[in-house]
């Protein structure tokens, strides 16, 4: 199978299936060597649907749902790609269509190249849900909760490739060692920039670095905790959080790190496992069940709670195609019950913190407001949302929460 056959099966099951690009590009059967190309396709797609479809939809009108993912592909590369000649994508587009549908393709695609890319301004907010492919609900909401320049930002950034960062783990190195080797650059605490695939380094595979975004790591040091703390993840898969809180408490206390699901809860076991952690008990619980500890036995508590992900369009840009507005109560729902269960382990003096990765008021600010009304036992320390546009990181919410009875 050719690598663009891959391409579109992997854009067929993103698009119908809700998949993610990351797991599926993982499974599928493409080379190192093809990769890189395989990864700017699928994503350089999946960023500009809308866009692209404006491109070939005024041509043709009923067009089955294999088709849309092999036109949108190819005119990604024709009007994005310039080191891939247009012969060469309309003759692979050709190949991978149907017997019926060859000619229709070919056609479609001759036209599209003939009329070059078509842009519009994006000074209104319809003609920016088609420069920037979001689905307009979400421009609206963003525009309601940040106004229209800040919505315009979030926007534009997303269309941009995710910046990638690493975190030094300080149980198993120091963080001069990092500094030293070529490629990386340091930011603030132990976070670094590192101009290449992390992923492919011996330092990844030895857990001596973690990948873990800019944004993130701010989250969790916000918690301040110390060694020899009883501390609960009660949202902790896959542990990248929970590895952060064992180094800054030195790898000495106690880390309760809590799942729903048993094969998540693996994936934290195994992380600990790689990067040298001893401190952390992981348990398979239901956090929006209360009766799990008893209460006041935790020093701090973090709570990344479920949410929606807009902060996270660039990393992960099918979010916005597999996200309803109906979706988001429910989740609501969810992060209320997850804060009011788990406020009830938390020490008199201690400090809660409470994150997402979305950027949405609804679950963000306004949880809090509803939060601290029904708990008055607790005073809010500090709240911030983080933009995706500052330090080119994904966007984040938290709330620093401490219990004073």
């Keep these: 199978m050719s690598v663009r056959a891959e391409v579109l099966n992997i854009l067929e099951r993103v698009f119908r299936q809700n998949g993610f690009a990351s797991l599926l590009l993982r499974r599928a059967n493409i080379s190192k060597e093809e990769m890189g190309l395989a990864s700017e396709i699928i994503y350089g797609t999946i960023r500009n649907k809308t866009l ?85 609900w979400i421009l609206q909401l963003w525009k309601a909760h940040y106004g229209f320049e800040t919505m315009k930002e979030i926007a534009l950034h997303n ?44 330092l990844f595979s030895k857990g001596m670095v973690l990948i873990q975004d800019r944004h993130s790591q701010k989250v969790v040091r916000k918690l301040d905790v110390l060694p020899g703390m009883q501390v609960l993840d009660a949202c902790a898969a896959p542990g990248t959080k929970t590895q952060q809180i064992a180094c800054l408490m030195k790898n000495q206390g106690k880390i309760i790190a809590t799942d729903l699901y048993e094969a998540r809860c693996n994936l934290i076991d195994e992380l600990m496992n790689r990067t040298g952690v001893s401190i952390v008990s992981t348990q398979q619980n239901d956090a929006t069940i209360a009766g799990k500890f008893p209460k006041e036995s935790f020093d701090r508590i973090l709570i990344d709670a479920p949410c929606s992900g807009l902060g996270d369009l660039s990393h992960k840009p099918e979010i916005r195609w597999h996200l309803e507005p109906t979706s988001i109560d429910e989740l609501v729902r969810t992060q209320e019950a997850i804060l009011d269960t788990n406020a009830e382990y938390l020490r008199v003096g201690g400090i809660l913190v409470y994150s997402t990765c979305t950027l949405n008021r609804k679950e963000n600010e306004q949880q809090i407001k509803k939060f601290l009304v029904k708990h008055p036992n607790y005073v809010l320390l500090e709240e911030e949302t983080l933009f995706p546009m500052e330090n080119d990181a994904d966007g984040f919410y938290y709330a620093k929460l401490k219990r004073n009875q």
């Design 52 to 136: 692209l479809e404006e491109q070939w939809r005024p041509f043709t009108k009923h067009v089955k749902p294999r088709v849309v993912a092999l036109l949108n592909m190819s005119v990604y590369q024709l009007l994005f790609l310039d080191s891939i000649p247009s012969y060469a994508v309309i003759f692979e587009a050709v190949e991978l269509a149907g017997k019926s549908e060859k000619e229709f393709v070919n056609a479609v695609l001759r036209k599209v190249q003939v009329a070059g890319l078509r842009k519009p301004a994006g000074n209104t907010i319809e003609e920016l849900a088609v420069l920037t492919s979001h689905p307009l």
């Design 159 to 202: 269309q941009e490739p995710s910046l990638v960062y690493g975190r030094v783990n300080t149980l198993k190195c120091k963080k001069t060692e990092i500094a030293q080797m070529p490629d990386v650059r340091m930011l603030e605490d132990d976070c670094f920039f590192y101009a290449g695939i992390l992923q492919r380094t011996e």
